[in-house]
């Protein structure tokens, strides 16, 4: 079974921290995704990577930025923490093409900025 | 923004009863799929369905897409208790990203 871990369910930070998720699947994935859902707007795309130090802005990149070093690891990081962050994160993994096409998610991180 | 949208935003049925649920998009696309999350929970695939495919079945799950209408739909026949949750599509576009819709919340009354 494909496995996609995030390093934390929870998370309590403070406005203006740096603030690291982390993301590792053990697939040999090249395509990453980092998602932010709230409620009534669904998941929104962050950041995407399509292969090792490759990476795209989705729809809401800004206060955001990752880190693709190695192919099983996507990293988000939050440069300067704020209120407005504070969400559910999700991380995604798959097959860079092909007929399976199918995205495994990571069970989420709650973040709470205070 | 290329997130989709879903309608209804929330539906409620009786145990037995099909349900519906519709997803819009706005670029042109490789594929869709259906997702599932349990409340608070990652994301499930359910089934996915090409650009050059009209119509699929996957157990009590059937799936449309009308690439004229840059829209699909999701039907879950006979419902359980179990199928409570939240439904989202997703549209993989020609640069291989993925963007979700905003989903529509299922509650099947036993």
């Known amino acids: 079974d494909v496995k996609v871990t995030q390093s934390s369910r929870y998370l309590v930070k403070r406005t203006g921290e740096k603030v690291f998720l982390e993301c590792v699947q053990d697939?040999?994935?090249?395509?990453m995704f980092w998602y932010r859902q709230d409620p009534g707007l669904g998941l929104r795309l962050i950041y995407f990577?399509?292969?090792?130090?490759?990476?795209e802005k989705g729809d809401i990149p800004e206060g955001y930025s990752v880190s693709r070093e190695k192919k099983e690891r996507f990293s988000l990081i939050l440069e300067s923490a704020s209120t407005n962050q504070t969400s559910m994160y999700l991380c995604?993994?798959?097959?860079?093409?092909?007929?399976?096409?199918?995205?495994?998610f990571g069970q989420g991180t709650r973040l709470t900025v205070v | 923004s290329q997130q989709g949208e879903e309608d209804p935003q929330a539906l409620s049925i009786q145990e037995g009863e099909n349900a519906t649920m519709n997803c819009s998009y706005k670029?042109?696309?490789?594929?869709l799929q259906w997702y599932r999350q349990n409340s608070g929970r990652g994301l499930v695939h359910l089934i996915l369905?090409?650009?050059?495919?009209r119509e699929k079945h996957s157990g009590r799950l059937r799936v449309t897409l009308d690439t004229s209408k840059k829209s699909s739909s999701l039907l879950i026949t006979a419902s359980r208790a179990a199928d409570t949750a939240s439904y989202f599509c997703?549209?993989?576009?020609?640069?291989?990203?993925?963007?979700f819709g905003t989903g529509t919340s299922l509650t099947v009354i036993p």
């Open positions: 995604a993994s798959r097959v860079h093409s092909g007929g399976r096409a199918e995205a495994f």
């Open positions: 697939m040999d994935h090249e395509n």
């Open positions: 990577s399509y292969d090792v130090k490759m990476k």
């Open positions: 670029t042109s696309i490789n594929n």
């Open positions: 369905i090409r650009s050059n495919e």
């Open positions: 997703a549209t993989e576009n020609t640069g291989n990203q993925f963007y």
